[in-house]
């Protein structure tokens, strides 16, 4: 095995998650056998290798998207119209719904997303390994490898979304919609109006927290004019009842 020459560059952020490979090629595997069959499953050591070449002995923080291209390109999942859902700051809620639901799809419920949901991972520019022991904050630096991979499928999400889509926000914040999240820059920006006809966006509430008309708020008003000027139709619901009635019990 190669020697080190040095130490890894040392980064603020957590180093990547331990046995990073073996979770990628598992989850690959589970996936496309057992969520989704349909999807080549065949084809997950090659999906690995081209998770792998987009980072391994690279600098975290010059990733750009064109790293992750061939592994965006081997997979061609489209999500059915009507059945996604995005989400800012109320990522557990969303999965809960969008899972017990069991055919809406969130990011991480199309295989990109799901492959590599709550993991880190970097590379070293004098290493063959992954660096674990600290990879970049994504606050860190602007191309770095995280923030670049959930940058280039959350745009492909995006692009290819029909019909009606969701937003699921978190109405206890003061700002539900941040025009510089993830959703607010990469999401909602990259929705087709040709495609995309109606846009739905729910403002939940904590239960038993104070309860609020967020959908007159400003944040939301900036958020209707922004998909009203892109030619789509804007509606929102606050506590939208369906999204609680099914985690009950
Ligand atoms: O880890 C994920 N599963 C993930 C990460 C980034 C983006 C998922 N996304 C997708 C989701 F599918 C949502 O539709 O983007 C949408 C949510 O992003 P958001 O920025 O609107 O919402 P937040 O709740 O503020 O952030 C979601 C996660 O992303 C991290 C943040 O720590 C949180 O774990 N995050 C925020 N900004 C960045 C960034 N610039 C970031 N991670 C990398 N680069």
Known sequence: SPTRTREPLAWNGTGTTQNLFAIVLGRCYAYTQLLRPGLRSEDCPKILDAFKSAFISKNPCNITQQDYRPLVDLVNQTVPCNKSLFWSKSKELAHQYARVQGKMFTLEDTLLGYLADDLTWCGDPGSVEPNYQSCPHWNECLNH?????????????AESACGVVQVMLNGSLSKPFRKSSIFGNMELFNLDPRKVHTFQAWVMHDIGGNSSDSCSSPSLTELEAIVTERNITFTCQNNYRKVLGKMEP
Request: hydrophobic share 45%; proline share 0%.
């Open 145 to 157: 490898t995280g923030s670049v991979f959930w940058k280039v499928i959350s745009k492909k999400f």
